[in-house]
């Protein structure tokens, strides 16, 4: 998919006219911009944007020894050269997982995390897989006693923390996840050929605007007049909320993921939610969400808007459902309307497109992901 | 500036009303009536985000000039006839305002905003829409 968009942002040197764009259609491809977007801090973290946190945090997503058995780190299902994900239909832990593995991409711009929206928060998100029996099954002890007795480990606690690793081990598991978390929120996906078009297009810039494919642009129409954006909302194409767009929701036989309606009562039951102590936000505005979100019948077999950006070559949906993105568009395309059992106008709708429409909305949505540039080796912790 | 216009001709027109503070600060605000209730309110911050908490701040009076109390908040989208996922809370400030956090409209498009008023046994709802792009 990378390797496709890049194809668009170089191919067409050939002169060709953008197609007309009413005012109404140039304001909603505007919202979807600027890229990248401004820098947030997650007033939840005290050290979030530090850059020895950073350092300290990229060390710990590469740290094996986290877990219990010391062979998986968070960098196991998020691969850098997979856009942070793994490829894979369903996440494989110590054994196979129900959904998965999100990217990373532009996680710091988020304000729910998981498939359900179990986390409040990065660092708290990043706490559940080091926990998770499943996964790394490790324990607050395990992640304490790295932290105190890897020297070099120990070293860049102290320059992120600004103290030598102290406290109980729960304080120090959260301040782990907390530069887990500094780190993740780095990953910021790169400018895309969508980009420089809806930047041309807002200049009036009329050559730059041409080299955006016809196709990209048709499906990119297509997109807004089939009203996408009501949950592929903003700059990052997510309003960061939850949807039941027709996924099957059954597990194996007989089981269920119930999607957000569980991941809402994890989330109220967690201790480390922005709601408890190792919130570092004073003023309680980053637990507004937390202390006003309502757990709704609806919310049954609901999942995460995911962002369209940098989306990876597939599988796709929460639970890998769908392998490719052709097959994402024929699903939104043959859609199920008794599947979705709406009594009113239905957010999601069978768009019945044509051959043609299916392969231009393709084309647009490949123009949202780009190349990535190279990544290196984080620094040392202590040189 | 055509809202403070407005303001002032709907106090000329209904004088009973003059004692209820229309401008809830920052020289601003909505105003809806019923042959009962006026009420002022402007969000917080002025400008509502898809996605973004926000409050709403509200003066609740009355024609007959009693007490008026703010029940309840809530708000939907008509056309997918379906609400927030956050719960408001609403908390009075006293004299018959009132602020109201943890909103959010998580989509764009139209959004109906219902509000709740009592005065003594009498209760009504108002409501008035936002379009959300």
Sequence with gaps: MALAASGALTAPAIAQTPLQWSDDKVKAIARHGPWPPPLSRDPSNRVAGSPNAIVLGEHLFNEPRLSADGAMSCATCHIAARDWGDGRAKAMGRSELDRRTPSLWNVGHAHWFGWDGAGDSLWAQSIRPILDPREMASDAARVAGLLREDKALACGYERAFGEKPGGGDEKLLVDAAKALAAFQATLISPRTPFDAFRDALLSGDREAAARYPLAAQRGLKIFIEANCAACHFGPRFTNGEFGDVGIPFFTRPGEVDAGRLDGLAKLANSTFNLLGRYNDDVSGASALRTKHVQRLHSNFGEFRVPSLRQTGSGPFMHNGHLATLEDVVKHYSEVNPDRLHSDAIPLVRPLALSAEQSADLVAFLRTLSAEPPPRHAPPPLCP | ?133
Aim: proline share 7%.
């Design chain 2, 1 to 133: 500036m055509r809202l403070l216009a407005g303001l002032l001709a709907l106090v000329i027109a209904f004088p009973a009303w003059a004692d209820c503070p229309l401008d809830l600060g920052r020289g601003t605000g909505l105003v809806i009536f019923s042959s009962h209730y006026l009420v002022a309110f402007r969000p917080d911050p002025m400008r509502i985000e898809v996605g973004e908490p926000f409050s709403l701040l509200f003066n609740v009076c009355t024609k007959s000039d009693k007490p008026a109390e703010l029940v309840a908040i809530d708000a939907q989208m008509p056309e997918h006839k379906h609400g927030m996922n956050y719960r408001p809370t609403i908390v009075s400030l006293g004299d018959g305002r009132y602020r109201v956090d943890g909103m959010v409209f998580h989509m764009p498009g139209r959004w109906e905003l219902a509000i709740d008023v009592r005065a003594g046994e009498e209760s009504e709802r108002l409501s008035h829409e936002f379009i959300l792009k």
